[in-house]
């Protein structure tokens, strides 16, 4: 043996090049430390290389969907804005760390230079678990590759919690494989809970970190250090379970879109990646309250509307058993393929032109098909506790604890829907396992050995066929349609229409049969001021599809806009007649008739709304708005703060009841309210001046603006 090598590592045979590997493993292995630092540099440069031609990018400049939630979550954190449901709906995690970046370096380019500073982090880390697991030349190759993989330095950067949840996990496994302490059950445990608290679903890699734990020698000192892991987790969850069941009324552990996701990815539409639920517009009803209330005609919470979908979902289970479970292992080799398979944030679509489209980065999902087989290499030989020649008990160990936890991560993730950004926190570990497989083939290439290729490359053969994407029933037509819609809410959003027209119109080619693109697409044109040609598409559209409730409604609001009532009313009254019964559309009606003059009918048609929705935010406000117009003062404060208690955010209740209060002598209440504007938006023309007529400075950036007295509604609203 080569008085250089470790124990069980295999003898470093006699050519130069194995001589200059030995070397460099000895080095490495003397000086960890060393090379730790070197990684975080080289990770660091990469990302700083990205970040210069990221910060302009329309990904960048426009946060979407779960972004855009995260991203208004944190500011209103920072702010003191009051909280938006009962339970959280999304992870509390990532907007109190967002919330305390924006205030420490601000918004845009310094907050993804935070993210993508941490993100360096996870070269290191990851070299100081696969040491424990692999040889330290190869540990220091998979860790400096994996430093530069694009799609991860992609997902790192965005306004999302994966960054977060993979160091959590990652030092996690490190706190674990680390020599024995006191403090490591601790560690560990803590730091899967944070994990936890990005995600909900990470509840369950509890159990291979447990065991671990539990199989030092000793019954009782196993179990007392697992017992430790675990009473370190809880104890990070305990703040989490203790808000939610003040605010919910129970110990809720798991977010409330759980309900939700767990539909996606189980109910009816499911097809194993995200779907877009038909008569649900997320960006309208990002809670889904509205949408669950219109099914039970009821007031509910958020939490109630996740009990909703998860009854749903077990409904549709029991119906459909064998369906459910084939679609749950069609989920577990979604997880394995080698597609990039986007949400709403495409990675191949928005890295081009950034630096992330060329070297040093790298962006193939190629190594997965080595992961699955060193995945189940080292589960196989951590069963039947063995290990091979070349292996120390220790890396046998290490291996199988990384093994266990890839195969319970992609166990938890299947049970909702596979999409790139839920693979990124498992890619350090599924690099490890790429690794296993490599070491082990580079180990069977010794004569002694050489009969293990018979069973190695044809299963390696096999996880290449197997994670095959063109293998996969997956539409990447239809998935090339929704980018284009993403990207066209994008540009919408940052007021550029040409841009945005022209990619909804690249979406309608790709599905040209859609009523609901066409109906997209009109609503698109509206957006940009083209109230005309949407009439006119609206009703070539409807030419088609008479039937089609949504374009009826959407239509109405094109009339309404241009001031053709009766249009508009007749076009609402169409809506109404077909299924789903839209609130939306008896609050626009309403608005109408008042406009009209016609208070009688305005008030029946918001109530008429209510009935569908009860908690319908600008129904309450709207009416409440009617009454104080007419002096019933005591109805319509009422109806604010009805308004404002079903939406703690939603600013025309909050400023008709500030002006009502302020109006009825209640000064001192009404600041309170006007305060609370601000904590929503700083720069409220309203509320800057309200607070200024009662002598503070409010320091808003706007000057000049006087208080109207004029109660506000809220209309026109393109929703589906």
């Not at 090049?17 to 080289?42: D, M, T």
């Not at 400049?61 to 855009?68: C, F, I, K, Q, S």
């Not at 559309?585 to 048609?605: P, Q, S, Y």
């Not at 607070?691 to 208080?707: A, I, K, N, V, W």
Request: glycine residues 8%; charged residues 20%; proline residues 6%.
């Amino acid at each position: 043996m080569n008085p250089r090598s470790k124990p069980g590592d295999a003898a470093t045979p006699d050519f130069p090049a194995a001589r200059l590997l030995a070397r460099l493993e000895s080095a490495i292995v003397a000086h960890p430390s060393a090379c730790g630092i070197v990684l975080f540099v080289w990770a660091l440069g990469v990302r700083m290389l990205y970040l210069v031609s990221f910060h302009d990018t329309l990904v960048a400049r426009v946060p979407l969907m779960d972004e855009a939630f995260y991203h208004a979550e944190a500011w209103s954190i920072a702010r003191g804005a009051p909280g938006l449901s009962d339970a959280y709906f999304m992870t509390p995690l990532y907007p109190w760390f967002l919330s305390f970046v924006f205030r420490w370096v601000g918004d845009g380019t310094p907050a993804y230079a935070v993210q993508l500073l941490l993100g360096a982090f996870v070269a290191p880390l990851t070299f100081a678990v696969a040491r424990r697991a692999l040889p330290a030349v190869l540990a220091t190759a998979i860790a400096a590759a994996l430093a530069c993989f694009a799609p991860m330095v992609f997902f790192e950067a965005l306004y999302l919690v994966e960054g977060l949840v993979l160091l959590a996990l990652l030092a996690a496994t490190y706190a674990a494989v680390t020599a024995p302490r006191r403090s490591t059950p601790w560690a560990a445990g803590a730091l899967l809970g944070i994990a936890v608290l990005g995600r909900g679903s990470n509840l369950l890699l509890a159990i291979p970190f447990a065991v671990w734990f539990a199989r030092r020698p000793g019954f009782g000192r196993g179990i007392a250090r697992a017992g430790s892991f675990v009473a370190a987790m809880l104890l990070v969850l305990t703040p989490l379970l203790v808000r939610n069941a003040l605010y919910a009324g129970r110990p809720w552990l798991l977010t409330a879109n759980a309900g939700f996701n767990f539909y996606l990815g189980n109910g009816p539409q499911a097809s194993g990646i995200f779907v877009r639920l038909p008569g649900l517009d997320l960006a309208q009803d990002p809670l889904t309250l509205r949408y669950v209330q219109r099914e039970l005609r009821r007031p509910i919470t958020v939490a109630e509307a996740s009990d909703h979908w998860f009854a749903r979902t077990r409904a549709w289970v029991r119906a459909h058993p064998g369906k459910t479970v084939a679609l749950y292992f069609w989920k577990l080799l979604l997880f394995w393929n080698r597609l990039s398979i986007p949400q709403v944030e495409g990675f191949t679509s928005a890295a081009a032109g950034t630096a992330l489209a060329s070297a040093p980065f790298w962006h193939r999902f190629d190594f997965l098909p080595f992961a699955l087989v060193g995945t189940a290499l080292a589960l196989v030989t951590g069963l039947r506790r063995r290990r091979s020649a070349d292996s120390t008990p220790e890396r046998a160990a290490t291996r199988t604890l990384v093994a266990a936890c890839i195969a319970t991560y992609s166990i938890s993730i299947a049970l909702f829907f596979i999409t790139d950004r839920y693979r990124v926190p498992a890619l350090p570990w599924l690099a490890i396992g790429s690794g296993i497989l490599l070491q082990d083939l580079i180990a069977a290439y010794r004569p002694a050995e050489r009969w293990r290729l018979l069973a190695l490359l044809p299963a390696l053969g096999g996880a290449f066929l197997l994670t095959d994407p063109s293998a996969l029933r997956i539409n990447r037509r239809m998935m090339a349609r929704d980018l284009h819609v993403h990207t066209s809410l994008r540009h919408a959003r940052a007021g550029d229409f040409d841009q945005a027209l022209a990619e909804y119109r690249a979406a309608v080619a790709l599905d040209p049969a859609n009523p609901e693109l066409r109906d997209g697409l009109a609503r698109m044109l509206s957006r940009a001021g083209n109230d005309s040609l949407a009439i006119g598409e609206f009703r070539a559209l409807l030419e088609q599809h008479p039937d089609d409730g949504s374009a009826w409604y959407n239509l109405g609001n094109a009339y309404k806009r241009t001031g053709r009532a009766t249009e508009a009313l007749v076009a609402y009254r169409r809506s109404l007649d077909l299924p789903p019964e839209r609130e939306a559309a008896w609050n626009n009606a309403g608005e109408v008739f008042r406009a009209l003059g016609d208070t009688a009918r305005a008030a029946e048609a918001y109530r008429h709304a209510l009935v569908i929705v009860p908690n319908y935010d600008r129904a309450l406000n709207n009416l409440a708005a009617l009454r104080a117009a007419q002096g019933d003062g005591r109805s319509a404060e009422a109806g604010f703060r009805a308004a404002i208690d079903a939406n703690p955010r939603y600013l025309p209740a909050l400023t008709n009841l500030a002006i009502l209060l302020g109006d009825t002598g209640r000064g001192e209440e009404a600041r309170k309210i006007w305060r609370r504007i601000l904590t929503i938006e700083p720069d409220d023309e309203r509320a800057t001046a309200a607070l200024r007529g009662f002598g503070e400075d409010p320091g808003s950036t706007r000057r000049g603006h006087g208080l109207r007295r004029t109660f506000s509604t809220r209309s026109g609203e393109d929703d589906t």
